[in-house]
């Protein structure tokens, strides 16, 4: 069997196969909150809660990538430490607040709603945080 040239362009495969922080997975939780939260909606479970939930975690995974690469290019270890603290301390207050303010504005049901979904959504993320950095770990030479 003749091999192919291989493309110069493709990325070098990692030891011990793709890792699960650079897969598709590593975006379930926003997959699942896309995909669920029209059908939620649609089996009537409160409007404002679900939107309010999906939208509050979205940006939170928005905001969490774009702290993430702040801090990365931070020299400083302190510095990027810092950014990482104080978006983590930040992130869970915005959704916390949220929560809390759905709740408040509209039913107490919109809040739990908003809090269900949030909290399957974050059961995921972690699940999936966990298995990246074993992958991480294994792949990683000794």
């Given at each position: 069997?003749?091999?192919?040239?291989?493309?110069?362009?493709?990325?070098?495969p990692t030891p011990g196969g793709p890792r699960l922080g650079t897969s598709p997975?590593?975006?379930?939780?926003?997959?699942?909150?896309?995909?669920?939260?029209?059908?939620?909606?649609?089996?009537?479970?409160?409007?404002?809660?679900?939107?309010a939930g999906a939208g509050v975690w979205v940006l939170n995974r928005v905001l969490?990538?774009?702290?993430?690469?702040?801090?990365?290019?931070?020299?400083?270890?302190?510095?990027?430490?810092?950014?990482?603290?104080?978006?983590?301390?930040?992130?869970?207050?915005?959704?916390?607040?949220?929560?809390?303010?759905?709740?408040?504005?509209?039913?107490?049901?919109?809040?739990?709603?908003?809090?269900?979904?949030?909290?399957?959504?974050?059961?995921?993320?972690?699940?999936?945080?966990?298995?990246?950095?074993?992958?991480?770990?294994?792949?990683?030479?000794?």
């Amino acid at each position: 069997m003749i091999d192919a040239p291989s493309d110069p362009s493709a990325p070098e495969p990692t030891p011990g196969g793709p890792r699960l922080g650079t897969s598709p997975l590593r975006l379930a939780d926003i997959v699942l909150i896309v995909m669920a939260a029209p059908v939620v909606c649609l089996l009537g479970a409160p409007v404002l809660g679900i939107l309010a939930g999906a939208g509050v975690w979205v940006l939170n995974r928005v905001l969490e990538l774009a702290l993430a690469r702040r801090a990365a290019t931070r020299e400083d270890v302190r510095a990027a430490i810092g950014y990482n603290l104080g978006g983590v301390i930040g992130r869970a207050w915005l959704v916390g607040l949220t929560i809390l303010a759905v709740g408040t504005a509209g039913e107490r049901e919109d809040g739990l709603a908003a809090a269900v979904l949030v909290f399957a959504a974050f059961t995921l993320y972690f699940a999936n945080s966990l298995l990246a950095r074993s992958f991480e770990r294994n792949a990683s030479p000794s």
